[in-house]
Every structure is written in structure tokens, then in C-alpha cells.
């Protein structure tokens, strides 16, 4: 598998491509960051994101896209800069029929390093770590677009399982209401048809025609 990670940001966006499957060694295809001049006006500046991230796409081919989930921050002016970068992301993937694949910071950071709680260095610490990097990726940016990246392809076969699952048991829920429906559909049925009046004689059968034969004449 193949994972483009995207940590989306306006001056800044990380890009890391990592290859491998879980349970083996990973490696790094490319790690790079998008950026923007702060000065520039918001419409083109997710021009500019839009045009690397395709170059990312065209050179690599990922399998998937791997963005960060935007969540709330007290800076709604960051969150929005963010947000923006996030669905320019994720409109790159989808008009080249790519899967995208949204994680928290604190799934990300629990991935690679077993705690939600840490910090940018030790994710980047591990990253370099698992990737077997002679050093960590800079700036931080792109360090946790590879973290996404690996979070990803591990967490993969524990959704695509969950993902079943949540299918399997969705058929057989709506097995159960079809047939709780067959059945009450039968009853009212059967509670539709007339009885038959009390004290009515039933019905007589015809008679049945008999044939004489002549007795035979001596």
C-alpha cells in the first residue's frame, strides 16, 4: 500500500508518502512541504496548495490519501486556513478516484507512538525511528504528514474488519425486518378472509347422476 499523508496547513503543507503494509517495514517514497506566502490572498494560496499536492499525486500514484482530521482550536482564524487546505486535499484525491482517509492528531500521535499525548518531537523521533531516516524530517510539518501516512496503512485492516462487520451486520438486520414484515403481511392476511356465517348449512355437494342398466330380458 501506498499512502499519500497530507498535514494540511496554508503556509505550510506537509506532504510524506510512505509504502508497506502492517506488521512489516516501512518505507519513505518522499517527504516534502507545499507552501504559501502569507501575504498572498486566501483564494490563491489554496491555488498554490492544490497545484502541489497534484504534483505529489501525479509523481508518487498513492493508493489512498491520508488527511488530518480538522478539529476546533481557540484560533478560529487557523482552523479556517486549515479546513481549507483539508478540502483542497481531499478534492485532489477524490477527482482522481482516490480513497481519502481522515485521522485525528490524537490517532495519529497514538499510531506512531502509543500515546495521544505527544509532542511533535517525539512523533518525529519516531517517525525517523520507523522509517529508518538519518534524521527527522523538517520542518515539523512534514514529519507529521509521514506520521499520518504510517498511521494509516496500520490502522487499515483493524477498519476494513470493522467495516465488515458493521456490513455483516447490517444484511442481517435487514434480513430480520424483511422477514418480520413477510410475516405480519401473512397474519393480516389471514385475518382479511371472511369466516364462515354461524348456523349456515354448508354447502351440498351435486348429486351424482346415476346410470340404470336394463335388466337383461330373458
Do not use: Y
Not at 422477514?179 to 364462515?196: D, G, M, V
Request: aromatic content about 2%; some cysteine; overall charge positive.
Amino acid at each position: 500500500m501506498r499512502v499519500l499523508g497530507v498535514d494540511p496547513g496554508l503556509t505550510r503543507c506537509g506532504i510524506g508518502v510512505v509504502e508497506g503494509t502492517a506488521g512489516r517495514p516501512l518505507r519513505m517514497g518522499g517527504v516534502g512541504v507545499v507552501r504559501t506566502p502569507a501575504d498572498a490572498d486566501v483564494p490563491d494560496r489554496l491555488v498554490l496548495v492544490e497545484r502541489g499536492i497534484e504534483e505529489w499525486l501525479e509523481e508518487h500514484r498513492p493508493d489512498v490519501v491520508a488527511v488530518e482530521r480538522v478539529f476546533s482550536q481557540h484560533n478560529v482564524r487557523t482552523v479556517m486556513g486549515t479546513a481549507q487546505a483539508s478540502a483542497v486535499a481531499m478534492l485532489c484525491a477524490a477527482r482522481r478516484g482516490l480513497p481519502v482517509a481522515l485521522h485525528t492528531p490524537s490517532e495519529v500521535k497514538a499510531a506512531v507512538t502509543g500515546t495521544g499525548r505527544a509532542d511533535k518531537t517525539q512523533v518525529g523521533a519516531m517517525v525517523t525511528r520507523l522509517l529508518r531516516l538519518d534524521a527527522p524530517p523538517r520542518p515539523a510539518d512534514a514529519a507529521d504528514a509521514l506520521a499520518l501516512a504510517i498511521c494509516h496503512i496500520w490502522r487499515a485492516p483493524a477498519q476494513d474488519r470493522l467495516q465488515q462487520a458493521r456490513l455483516q451486520q447490517a444484511r442481517q438486520q435487514l434480513h430480520r425486518r424483511r422477514a418480520h414484515t413477510a410475516r405480519a403481511a401473512s397474519a393480516a392476511s389471514a385475518e382479511a378472509e371472511p369466516a364462515p356465517a354461524r348456523g349456515a348449512a354448508p354447502l351440498a355437494s351435486p348429486a351424482r347422476r346415476t346410470q340404470r342398466t336394463p335388466k337383461d330380458s330373458r
